[in-house]
């Protein structure tokens, strides 16, 4: 049994008329209800939007604070180290809302990249034990300290500078470092000379990895003369000398990676590696010296 065919407008009586406008009414009564109350709610919400951007925002000086340690630090911390130093400069807040602060103002860490100078020229001289078995970090100074060197190169240039620094374990502080245009044995030698001025020293080791200048006798007979254990990563696991190679990241991707077209000469290069070296040392926090530099870390704990 098929369906029943609507009545049209003319075979419709009266009162059936009637009600079909009736329906009809009602409906555009109740669209007009809903319309009503749907730009009713777009009003109240727009309202509460006025409202909350007419109110004092209360995290203003928090981001205000937020931005200028990006802006003081070139965009290298974290939410970390910012936290950390935000409660360095008297501020009582907890990581997360520092991360989320972050997020809102469009800010983040720059990321280091991983790219290694290898000095290994294979089993040239004297080698040595790994005393250090990635234990990398120090009861005092001058316990555990690493060397190595890294190579910075000016783009579409062959100037190259050479940087072999001696960092302690115990601070993380780079205690001596010597800048040349090649890795020599007269580089390092310097490094030593100015690492280690007292006359002798008992239970401090020099790690470094198997590259042909800490294997070579010169090196070797200046540590035995300071009474200083020389101590060597494997052969290929630059994670034995992690220490060194996480300053190395640092220093490249806060300094160099992204402004090498910057430096237009190897003076220039040189006394940013300088400049920065200090500012290293003095002025950069380590969340793992609980929001201090490396020489503040050192002078609170002899203090």
């Given at each position: 049994m098929g369906r029943k065919r609507k009545k049209t407008w003319e075979e419709m009586t009266e009162l059936e008329r009637l009600q079909e406008e009736n329906e009809r009414l009602r409906t555009e009564v109740d669209y007009l209800k809903k319309l009503k109350e749907l730009e009713e709610r777009d009003e109240a919400l727009e309202r509460e939007k006025q409202r909350q951007l007419d109110q004092p925002d209360k995290d203003k000086e928090l981001k205000d604070e937020i931005q200028a340690i990006d802006n003081d630090y070139k965009g290298n911390y974290g939410y970390r180290r910012i936290t950390l130093e935000l409660r360095n400069r008297g501020f009582t807040v907890n990581h997360k809302k520092v991360q989320r602060l972050m997020k809102v103002l469009g800010l983040s860490a720059r990321i280091r990249r991983k790219r290694k100078y290898s000095s290994y020229k294979g089993e040239i001289g004297k080698k040595a034990d790994n005393l250090i078995q990635r234990q990398f970090e120090a009861s005092r100074?001058?316990?555990?300290?690493?060397?190595?060197?890294?190579?910075?190169?000016?783009p579409n240039s062959t100037q190259k500078l050479y940087l072999s620094p001696v960092l302690d374990g115990f601070n993380s502080e780079i205690i001596a470092y010597n800048l040349s245009c090649s890795p020599n044995l007269e580089q390092v030698k310097a490094m030593l000379e100015q690492a280690f001025t007292e006359k002798y020293y008992e239970n401090t080791s020099l790690h470094s990895d198997q590259g042909w200048q800490y294997q070579h006798d010169s090196y070797h007979r200046f540590l035995e003369s300071?009474?200083?254990?020389?101590?060597?990563?494997?052969?290929?696991?630059?994670?034995?000398?992690?220490?060194?190679?996480?300053?190395?990241?640092?220093?490249?991707?806060?300094?160099?990676?992204?402004?090498?077209?910057?430096?237009?000469?190897?003076?220039?290069?040189?006394?940013?590696?300088?400049?920065?070296?200090?500012?290293?040392?003095?002025?950069?926090?380590k969340v793992k010296l609980k929001g201090l530099s490396p020489v503040q870390y050192r002078t609170k704990s002899f203090a």
């Amino acid at each position: 049994m098929g369906r029943k065919r609507k009545k049209t407008w003319e075979e419709m009586t009266e009162l059936e008329r009637l009600q079909e406008e009736n329906e009809r009414l009602r409906t555009e009564v109740d669209y007009l209800k809903k319309l009503k109350e749907l730009e009713e709610r777009d009003e109240a919400l727009e309202r509460e939007k006025q409202r909350q951007l007419d109110q004092p925002d209360k995290d203003k000086e928090l981001k205000d604070e937020i931005q200028a340690i990006d802006n003081d630090y070139k965009g290298n911390y974290g939410y970390r180290r910012i936290t950390l130093e935000l409660r360095n400069r008297g501020f009582t807040v907890n990581h997360k809302k520092v991360q989320r602060l972050m997020k809102v103002l469009g800010l983040s860490a720059r990321i280091r990249r991983k790219r290694k100078y290898s000095s290994y020229k294979g089993e040239i001289g004297k080698k040595a034990d790994n005393l250090i078995q990635r234990q990398f970090e120090a009861s005092r100074p001058m316990e555990k300290c690493y060397t190595d060197v890294t190579e910075f190169a000016i783009p579409n240039s062959t100037q190259k500078l050479y940087l072999s620094p001696v960092l302690d374990g115990f601070n993380s502080e780079i205690i001596a470092y010597n800048l040349s245009c090649s890795p020599n044995l007269e580089q390092v030698k310097a490094m030593l000379e100015q690492a280690f001025t007292e006359k002798y020293y008992e239970n401090t080791s020099l790690h470094s990895d198997q590259g042909w200048q800490y294997q070579h006798d010169s090196y070797h007979r200046f540590l035995e003369s300071k009474g200083i254990q020389p101590s060597m990563s494997r052969k290929g696991n630059s994670p034995d000398n992690g220490m060194m190679d996480s300053f190395f990241g640092i220093l490249k991707s806060e300094m160099f990676y992204g402004y090498e077209k910057a430096f237009q000469s190897l003076k220039q290069l040189e006394q940013a590696i300088v400049d920065y070296i200090d500012y290293y040392n003095n002025k950069r926090i380590k969340v793992k010296l609980k929001g201090l530099s490396p020489v503040q870390y050192r002078t609170k704990s002899f203090a």
